[in-house]
């Protein structure tokens, strides 16, 4: 019966062709991805760059140290944690390597709590929650949404050995308050991976079960280039009931194919939008250098490391909704590395996992800048609520016309902006494409300004009830303006 529900739902979020109607009904859906969109005339997808809100956290404790990084924002009611491993050299294992702990109650200023857990150096004075290697290295919790979870198990965790440990995998953690954890078994429960980066799990609410990403290595797009003879890093993926017992472990399709390393996924059920998967990856692309090893080494950074590590990295954002396809639409950098060059340093500007609401309309990703130079730090990124991306027209105008959809309720509502003479109107037409009278373009109420949420209306009409449950598309014309998200409620 699980199987055939977990079916059910995707087969209603998927459709078998590009003519059958997407059932939506009252969820918030983002333009992220051509899901939606049937037809596209003067207008096109556009990531949207987040506002850079300044840094928010060094690595200057001696048990953080300029290694530091792999980091997991999580958001529950009035407090944000984070979760950061602290490394003072790349080369360190054992307790050099820890897990780091801080705390904020707005998302934005953050502290480090004197928990007095584990001692460093003589002292019980740090934020550190765990030391054991080489689960320090990787270690990724979540907050665990399942109905009817045990209140012991509210957070879950992976976190384990490295590809080059025989027997190695990643294990599984449960904890009460997110501080205090114990292992759920002593032998790893995903072993079929490489396990050198951020892996990660989450309870799907859209999927009725665990699911978990991680880092594998897939074919080599060419074996003439040197780098990439051990094929590309890439990203596969586990279900589990249990969080236990991990099966259908598959590596990740993507659309367009991959052609790039991903160093880390930060695959995450978007928080307005669960059937949502939204990925702010880390590409990796090795033996490409933007510094020299003396420049590197004018930074601070260790010049064993310079010689060693000769990269670069940008974060990318990419979408699935079926969990299994990362839909590439942008394949731009989300925040270009920049003028700074410690950004150029090999390993810097990995995400962190998860975006988090920080403000009544604002949302935010963090960033971990300057990887192995003092000064290393994470850094806070904000867009407006939705606002990853959208659908722009540019000052000629043009228009997009939706997929036929099926909704449930009664009011259209939009997230836009517009230019000051720019505009937005909107026509619903049935399935074949023929305007709906009272819903015409003609009927349309213009549309400027910039809003979150705004409830599109036809003349004095907003009631959209006698068209629930039917086949609708929605044709947008649009001039100077950006779509952002769509949903029909009350």
């Known amino acids: 019966m699980k199987t055939f529900i977990r079916l059910l739902l995707l087969l209603l979020a998927i459709p078998a062709n590009a003519a059958d109607p997407l059932e939506i009904g009252s969820r918030l859906e983002l333009f992220v991805d051509h899901h939606l969109v049937e037809r596209f005339e003067g207008t096109a997808l556009k990531l949207n760059p987040p506002r850079d809100e300044g840094e928010v956290l060094r690595f200057d404790r001696p048990w953080e140290g300029v290694f530091s990084g792999y980091g997991t924002v999580l958001h529950e009611g009035d407090r944000y944690r984070l979760y950061y491993r602290g490394k003072p050299d790349f080369q360190s294992d ?38 054991e290697s080489p689960i320090a290295h990787n270690f990724s919790p979540f907050l665990d949404v399942r109905p009817g979870v045990p209140a012991e198990e509210r957070f879950k965790a992976l976190g384990g050995a490295i590809h080059k440990n025989p027997g190695g995998g990643l294990l599984a953690f449960a904890s009460a308050d997110g501080i205090h954890w114990r292992k759920l078994s002593e032998k790893p429960v995903i072993t079929a991976g490489a396990f050198d ?77 669960p059937h949502l998967y939204l990925a702010t990856a880390a590409r990796f692309v090795p033996g490409r250098n933007a510094l020299s090893i003396e420049e590197t080494v004018a930074l601070g950074v260790p010049e064993r490391y310079a010689k060693v590590a000769r990269d670069t990295t940008d974060p990318v954002l990419l979408s699935s909704r079926d969990g ?6 942008f394949r731009e950098s989300l925040v270009p590395p920049g003028l700074q060059p410690e950004r150029w340093i090999s390993r810097s500007n990995y995400p962190l996992l998860n975006l988090v ?95 979150l949420d705004h409830v ?21 014309l649009m001039k100077g303006a950006d779509v952002y998200a769509m949903r029909f409620g009350e």
């Open 357 to 451: 609401q920080t403000g009544p309309d604002e949302m935010s990703f963090y960033i971990q800048h300057d990887y192995g130079a003092p000064s290393a730090h994470v850094r806070r990124y904000s867009w407006p609520l939705d606002r990853i991306a959208s659908v722009s027209a540019g000052y000629e105008g043009g228009e997009f016309v939706t997929r036929p959809l099926v909704f449930a309720g009664g009011r259209l509502h939009l997230n836009f902006s517009t230019s000051a003479v720019g505009s937005i109107r909107i026509e619903i037409q049935d399935e074949k494409g023929t305007p709906i009278p009272g819903f015409t373009l003609e009927d349309s109420t213009e549309l400027i300004g910039n809003r």
């Open 324 to 329: 299994e396809t990362y839909d590439q639409t």
């Open 94 to 131: 054992g307790i050099a390597e820890v897990v780091c702990y801080a705390e904020s109650s707005d998302g934005i200023r953050w502290e480090r709590p004197t928990l007095g857990l584990h001692e460093y150096e003589g002292s019980r004075d740090n934020n550190i929650i765990l030391t």
């Open 456 to 476: 599109a209306t036809w003349g004095e009409r907003d009631d959209l009830s006698t068209l629930a449950g039917k086949a609708v598309r929605l044709r947008f």
């Open 197 to 273: 980066s951020q892996n990660l799990a989450f309870w799907s609410t859209h999927e009725g079960r665990y699911v978990a990403y991680f880092r594998t290595f897939t074919a080599g797009v060419s074996a003439a280039e040197e780098w990439r003879l051990d094929g590309l890093r890439g990203i596969s993926r586990a279900v589990s009931d249990d969080f236990l017992t991990w099966s259908g472990t598959s590596p990740m399709r993507y659309e367009p194919a991959q052609t790039e390393h991903f160093y880390t996924n930060q695959t995450h059920p978007y928080f307005r939008a």
